[in-house]
């Protein structure tokens, strides 16, 4: 995940480099269940509106809750399919608030409602994330609902009212692409507090939707627009956190945003940008899919390191025995063609790998997702 906030507060007001601090454990992605009441174009859990057998149960979760914060863990962002679907997930939140967790929710926000917004404050989660993937028909298009769009707004007005921090995921394409100028001005005229866009990965129903995949172009298009109005937003003193997610070139094409607008911060930019050091999906980032299956992050589910029912977390996620494992947490990684000849790996460790494993069957090939030209990146 690149913080565009982050990175863009350094441009006004720097501050010193230090040394590097690595996170005590990884965010852990947690997939508690596969149910969803949406069949949505780009799940990567391919979700649908059924039970799914084999499921953890209360105790189960539980229990590696507790090995996920004696390993450190500091952060759960509970996800499904739609977890407001699983009956305990306020135990289960409650639970994970009261061990000390920051504890995230990931919901399609349609099932947030008058009926449920008291339970969901109780929980006190540090964040609300709710997707959305244009306004009005486009979304209702993407997630095959009519109607959903105004549902899910409606669940973000509940708990923005209740004073939860909320937030706007937007996955980019071409068909919904149009739409990115009208949700950031909903980001600002509705009071949420984040926006955090995402780029179309290849994995799931993301992966056989793969042609709709926005063009180069009008990635950068969409970076601009996002780094010009997260600098409008704070120069105007508007709080809003602008994150990006499944394409770690942004941080490089950051770099170049800033040397030709602010050439005087460059350097020091460029600095605090290789101390963040890029893709971290085997080293920070982890996720435990809905069956207890550990993967790398949410994006591999076609590749599980181990399950949490025969082996505790704190036992696989050290694990170089596997192959990727061992090779996500080098760094920086050994990644070939144009990510290994980059000037900038050191920024963006080779990117996001399960693009080119879906596209070359090698993981270790360069990432057809870079959206940099060859000058760009010093080839």
């Given at each position: 995940?690149?913080?565009i906030s982050q990175y863009m507060q350094e441009i006004a007001s720097p501050t010193p480099?230090?040394?590097?601090?690595?996170?005590?454990?990884?965010?852990?992605?947690?997939?508690?269940?596969?149910?969803?009441?949406?069949?949505?174009?780009?799940?990567?859990?391919?979700?649908?509106?059924?039970?799914?057998?084999?499921?953890?149960?209360?105790?189960?979760?539980?229990?590696?809750?507790?090995?996920?914060?004696?390993?450190?863990?500091?952060?759960?962002?509970?996800?499904?399919?739609?977890?407001?679907?699983?009956?305990?997930?306020?135990?289960?939140?409650?639970?994970?608030?009261?061990?000390?967790?920051?504890?995230?929710?990931?919901?399609?926000?349609?099932?947030?409602?008058?009926?449920?917004?008291?339970?969901?404050?109780?929980?006190?989660?540090?964040?609300?994330?709710?997707?959305?993937?244009?306004?009005?028909?486009?979304?209702?298009?993407?997630?095959?609902?009519?109607?959903?769009?105004?549902?899910?707004?409606?669940?973000?007005?509940?708990?923005?009212?209740?004073?939860?921090?909320?937030?706007?995921?937007?996955?980019?394409?071409?068909?919904?692409?149009?739409?990115?100028?009208?949700?950031?001005?909903?980001?600002?005229?509705?009071?949420?507090?984040?926006?955090?866009?995402?780029?179309?990965?290849?994995?799931?129903?993301?992966?056989?939707?793969?042609?709709?995949?926005?063009?180069?172009?009008?990635?950068?298009?969409?970076?601009?627009?996002?780094?010009?109005?997260?600098?409008?937003?704070?120069?105007?003193?508007?709080?809003?956190?602008?994150?990006?997610?499944?394409?770690?070139?942004?941080?490089?094409?950051?770099?170049?945003?800033?040397?030709?607008?602010?050439?005087?911060?460059?350097?020091?930019?460029?600095?605090?940008?290789?101390?963040?050091?890029?893709?971290?999906?085997?080293?920070?980032?982890?996720?435990?899919?809905?069956?207890?299956?550990?993967?790398?992050?949410?994006?591999?589910?076609?590749?599980?390191?181990?399950?949490?029912?025969?082996?505790?977390?704190?036992?696989?996620?050290?694990?170089?025995?596997?192959?990727?494992?061992?090779?996500?947490?080098?760094?920086?990684?050994?990644?070939?063609?144009?990510?290994?000849?980059?000037?900038?790996?050191?920024?963006?460790?080779?990117?996001?790998?399960?693009?080119?494993?879906?596209?070359?069957?090698?993981?270790?090939?360069?990432?057809?997702?870079?959206?940099?030209?060859?000058?760009?990146?010093?080839?």
């Amino acid at each position: 995940m690149f913080r565009i906030s982050q990175y863009m507060q350094e441009i006004a007001s720097p501050t010193p480099l230090g040394p590097k601090r690595n996170p005590p454990g990884p965010v852990v992605i947690w997939n508690l269940i596969r149910r969803c009441n949406l069949t949505c174009k780009h799940c990567y859990s391919i979700s649908a509106d059924t039970n799914f057998p084999g499921e953890l149960t209360t105790e189960q979760v539980y229990t590696v809750m507790d090995d996920l914060r004696g390993f450190n863990v500091p952060v759960l962002i509970l996800s499904g399919g739609e977890p407001l679907l699983r009956p305990d997930i306020y135990d289960i939140a409650k639970r994970a608030k009261a061990k000390g967790f920051y504890v995230g929710l990931s919901s399609n926000g349609t099932l947030i409602d008058e009926s449920n917004i008291d339970k969901i404050a109780e929980c006190d989660f540090n964040y609300v994330g709710v997707s959305l993937d244009g306004l009005g028909a486009t979304h209702d298009k993407f997630r095959r609902l009519d109607g959903a769009f105004e549902k899910s707004l409606h669940g973000i007005r509940l708990c923005r009212d209740l004073g939860l921090k909320i937030g706007v995921r937007f996955t980019m394409t071409q068909d919904n692409a149009h739409d990115l100028p009208g949700l950031l001005k909903l980001v600002e005229d509705e009071g949420i507090d984040r926006f955090y866009f995402s780029h179309l990965n290849y994995a799931g129903r993301g992966n056989k939707n793969r042609k709709d995949d926005a063009q180069h172009q009008l990635t950068r298009w969409a970076m601009d627009l996002l780094f010009d109005t997260c600098r409008d937003y704070q120069q105007r003193g508007l709080e809003k956190e602008f994150t990006t997610g499944n394409n770690d070139a942004d941080g490089v094409y950051f770099l170049h945003w800033v040397r030709r607008n602010f050439p005087e911060q460059a350097a020091h930019v460029e600095a605090k940008l290789r101390q963040w050091g890029g893709n971290s999906s085997g080293v920070n980032v982890a996720n435990i899919d809905n069956l207890g299956n550990v993967h790398p992050d949410t994006m591999w589910w076609h590749h599980t390191l181990g399950n949490v029912k025969e082996r505790p977390f704190s036992q696989i996620w050290p694990d170089t025995s596997d192959a990727l494992m061992a090779g996500l947490k080098q760094h920086p990684r050994a990644v070939k063609g144009r990510c290994g000849e980059c000037a900038y790996l050191q920024i963006c460790n080779g990117n996001t790998r399960v693009r080119a494993q879906q596209m070359s069957s090698d993981p270790w090939a360069e990432d057809p997702g870079c959206y940099l030209s060859d000058e760009e990146i010093g080839l």
